[in-house]
């Protein structure tokens, strides 16, 4: 089992940039992606980018591509998520997870969850 905790979040305005870190400590040579979650208040939870832990390719969504990049660093074991030209919308709890399944976008498939970090952005 891995364990993973984010890091990162606050207060922006619209616009602005953040950058997520989600450190994961633990063996990882079971899993196969790890991902970025997001979940606004009254909604449900968001798969918004994951990347592989076998080759670093990524995936994400249309709704973020441009602005928001996940990106890894295996000898720090950490992920990122920069997020640039932030919006309202954007503000919710971010957390990363990790999935031994071929699976990037559904939380129902993926295993071990850091405990969130809040993004808030201010209009």
């Known amino acids: 089992q891995v364990q993973l905790v984010e890091s990162g979040g606050g207060l922006v305005q619209t616009g602005g940039s953040l950058r997520l870190s989600c450190a994961v400590s633990?063996?990882?040579?079971?899993?196969?992606?790890l991902g970025w979650f997001r979940q606004a208040p009254g909604e449900e939870r968001e798969g918004i980018a994951c990347?592989?832990?076998?080759?670093?390719?990524?995936a994400s969504l249309n709704s973020v591509k441009g602005r928001f990049t996940i990106s890894r660093d295996m000898s720090r074991n950490t992920m990122y998520l920069e997020m640039n030209s932030l919006k309202p919308e954007d503000t919710a709890i971010y957390s990363c997870?990790?999935?031994?399944?071929?699976?990037?976008?559904?939380?129902?498939?993926?295993?071990?969850w850091g405990r969130g970090t809040q993004v808030t952005v201010s209009s």
């Open positions: 997870a990790a999935t031994r399944r071929l699976s990037c976008y559904n939380p129902l498939e993926f295993d071990s």
């Open positions: 633990g063996s990882t040579s079971s899993y196969r992606f």
């Open positions: 990347i592989s832990l076998h080759d670093g390719s990524t």
